[in-house]
């Protein structure tokens, strides 16, 4: 009689244990999410402008007569000017880093803000009084709704960086929030806010990065 020593497969799987799941829960992070802020919105004002001009400066250079090639036309000389409102554009760049904010975070912030009751008209007031006490709970709750963006940024910001990656800040309150948002504007305050709500509630998928080549391959195969 032969015997057997092939060995007997096993297909009962050995647990990583505890060690390895407090390790993985170690590394553990809440979402997050990133927002470019742009310090000089108003240089896209200038920036349409001389897209304007250098689209009239090609027409009438495509029609004109032939100039001599020693001089820059009019159009080069148009985008250069692009070109360098372009760099001053990109270098006035942050990138705001944002994290997740759980409910009794969210709820604290709320807690904090002075939300205007909704007002309730009996019947028979006159339109005019509803009118100004409507305006008046509107304007409240405008003012209210900012703030609450506000404490929401600030709780949320993880870091700030610059151009070049170099981490700028890494706090901020309620109020330079606020002096942000007079600086820049509301949209972009509200890109912010949305960015925290969003890494709050939506779980982040990240896409496989596929290059040409690999593309191409996976569409051979």
């Known amino acids: 009689m ?5 060995p007997t497969d096993d297909s009962t799987a050995v647990p990583a244990g505890d060690d390895w799941f407090d390790s993985w829960l170690e590394t553990g992070t809440v979402s997050q999410r990133s927002v470019d ?6 240089l896209y ?6 897209e304007r001009q250098y689209a009239i400066a090609q027409a ?16 080069n000389q148009i985008l250069e000017d692009m070109e360098k409102l372009y760099a001053e554009w990109t270098k006035s ?3 705001w880093y944002i994290r997740a904010l759980n409910e009794d975070e969210i709820d604290a912030i709320k807690d904090e ?11 028979g007031i006159a339109e005019d009084a509803k009118k100004k006490v409507q305006a008046k709970y ?3 709750k405008t003012r209210a709704d900012a703030q609450s963006n506000y404490r929401m940024v600030a709780s949320a910001l993880v870091k700030v960086t610059n151009q070049a990656g170099d981490v700028v800040k890494e706090s901020i309150t309620a109020n330079e929030v606020e002096q942000v948002r007079s600086k820049i504007g509301d949209l972009q305050i509200l890109r912010l806010t949305a960015a925290a709500m969003v890494a709050s509630t939506q779980e982040p998928t990240m896409p496989v990065p596929l290059s040409p080549t690999n593309s191409n391959d996976d569409q051979d195969s």
């Open 2 to 6: 032969t015997e057997n020593s092939s």
């Open 138 to 140: 509107e304007r409240e």
């Open 45 to 50: 004002a200038q920036y349409e402008n001389l």
């Open 93 to 95: 760049k942050t990138t």
């Open 37 to 42: 802020v742009y310090g000089r919105p108003d």
């Open 113 to 123: 803000i002075d939300f205007p009751t909704e007002p309730q008209f009996k019947s």
């Open 60 to 75: 009438k250079e495509k029609n004109g007569p032939e100039r001599d090639l020693t001089e820059m036309s009019a159009s």
